[in-house]
């Protein structure tokens, strides 16, 4: 990125952005909020060379409708850079890990087999738009791929065409939450999918480096393809209540489902939840099983798992109504 650093700290940034690029990370994101810190310190404080308590909290100070996943994205990079310079021998405040408290978890929404085929019907019968010409091709792909590998929406969005090998039906996922990296398999009728996806968009977009493409280089952002699924939502499950699915429920729908298609084929889970973690980019166990959901119907349609079996194991209850 050509970015011009303007406040006392710009020659330490550079160095620190200079140093995780050494060691193979894009940053991209990373060097995005960064700079926004550099111009805030270039604004406000313009003869401030100390990562200051003061201006680590100027930085820390939670925006009108930012949510806390926001917060903590923009805190990061921040945090790592005053550990920069303490490993360097400066003196500097380092923003605490608890500054950022997570909020009650999302309740997720998981879909049934039968909604994701209404989905897809659905997303590929979007009309071409003249304001948005290619989101008829783009976002059916790219929604698509939150439930087919369990991707964040973020990692779809932020796939480059260099990051996509479709002849080995590998994605690689860089600088995912945590900045971390990781490699995504593809099933064989995935990547074929995604085979004929790319080869209409190179027709179309013969230059392309995003792989889905919105226009001009660019990306589609979170809230445009929020706009999008929520329209094609809304058409198909006009009355499912208070708790609308979102995108992120995608990501939820994958673990669940595999969980039961393992449990259906009798594979060991104990054996399999390791890999699923790492599949999906967790650093632990425990984050894994938070997406796992045993939906009352769909755990005994999907699973195969038979309660009757175990109604002799349970004594008769007279009524006394």
Same mark, same amino acid.
């Given at each position: 990125?050509?970015?011009?650093?303007?406040?006392?700290?710009?020659?330490?940034?550079?160095?620190?952005?200079?140093?995780?690029?050494?060691?193979?990370?894009?940053?991209?994101?990373?060097?995005?909020?960064? $700079?926004?810190?550099?111009? *805030?310190?270039?604004?406000?404080?313009?003869?401030?060379?100390?990562?200051?308590?003061?201006?680590? !909290?100027? $930085?820390?100070?939670?925006?009108?409708?930012?949510?806390?996943?926001?917060?903590?994205?923009?805190?990061?990079?921040?945090?790592?850079?005053? %550990?920069?310079?303490?490993?360097?021998?400066?003196?500097?405040?380092?923003?605490?890990?608890?500054?950022?408290?997570?909020?009650? %978890?999302?309740?997720?929404?998981?879909?049934?087999?039968?909604?994701?085929?209404?989905? $897809?019907?659905?997303?590929?019968?979007?009309?071409?738009?003249?304001?948005?010409?290619?989101?008829?091709?783009? /976002?059916?792909?790219?929604?698509?791929?939150?439930?087919?590998?369990?991707?964040?929406?973020?990692?779809? !969005?932020?796939?480059?065409?260099?990051?996509?090998?479709?002849?080995?039906?590998?994605?690689?996922?860089?600088?995912?939450?945590?900045?971390?990296?990781?490699?995504?398999?593809?099933?064989?009728?995935?990547?074929?999918?995604?085979?004929?996806?790319?080869?209409?968009?190179? *027709?179309?977009?013969?230059?392309?480096?995003?792989?889905?493409?919105?226009?001009?280089?660019?990306?589609?952002?979170?809230? %445009?393809?929020?706009? *999008?699924?929520?329209?094609?939502?809304?058409?198909?499950?006009?009355? /499912?209540?208070?708790?609308?699915?979102?995108?992120?429920?995608?990501?939820?729908?994958?673990?669940?489902?595999?969980?039961?298609? $393992?449990? %259906?084929?009798?594979?060991?889970?104990?054996?399999?939840?390791?890999?699923?973690?790492?599949? &999906?980019?967790?650093?632990?166990?425990?984050?894994?099983?938070?997406?796992?959901?045993?939906?009352?119907?769909?755990?005994?349609? &999907?699973?195969?798992?038979?309660?009757?079996?175990?109604?002799?194991?349970?004594?008769?209850?007279?009524?006394?109504?």
């Amino acid at each position: 990125m050509n970015r011009t650093f303007r406040s006392k700290f710009a020659e330490r940034i550079m160095r620190f952005i200079d140093q995780k690029h050494a060691v193979g990370h894009p940053y991209v994101d990373g060097e995005r909020h960064i $700079w926004n810190f550099d111009q *805030m310190c270039a604004e406000h404080f313009r003869e401030e060379a100390d990562m200051t308590k003061e201006v680590a !909290l100027a $930085w820390a100070t939670r925006k009108q409708d930012e949510s806390i996943c926001s917060l903590h994205a923009r805190l990061m990079p921040i945090r790592e850079f005053g %550990r920069y310079l303490v490993r360097t021998g400066e003196s500097a405040y380092v923003l605490p890990v608890k500054l950022t408290k997570k909020g009650n %978890r999302h309740i997720p929404y998981i879909f049934t087999e039968t909604e994701i085929a209404l989905l $897809w019907a659905e997303l590929d019968n979007m009309k071409p738009s003249s304001a948005s010409p290619l989101r008829h091709i783009v /976002v059916p792909a790219a929604i698509r791929l939150l439930y087919c590998c369990g991707l964040r929406p973020a990692e779809v !969005l932020k796939l480059r065409v260099s990051d996509v090998d479709l002849e080995k039906g590998r994605l690689c996922i860089l600088e995912s939450k945590g900045s971390k990296d990781r490699v995504v398999m593809m099933s064989d009728d995935v990547a074929e999918y995604y085979r004929k996806f790319d080869a209409q968009m190179k *027709m179309l977009l013969p230059t392309r480096t995003v792989f889905f493409e919105h226009s001009g280089r660019r990306a589609y952002t979170r809230n %445009r393809l929020d706009e *999008m699924f929520q329209g094609v939502r809304d058409r198909i499950f006009p009355g /499912v209540g208070e708790r609308k699915p979102v995108l992120y429920d995608f990501r939820h729908t994958y673990a669940t489902h595999r969980l039961y298609k $393992w449990m %259906r084929e009798g594979k060991d889970l104990t054996a399999m939840i390791p890999y699923l973690s790492a599949y &999906m980019g967790h650093a632990q166990l425990a984050d894994t099983y938070y997406y796992i959901h045993l939906v009352p119907g769909l755990f005994e349609n &999907m699973a195969g798992f038979d309660y009757s079996v175990f109604e002799k194991l349970l004594p008769e209850v007279e009524s006394y109504a």
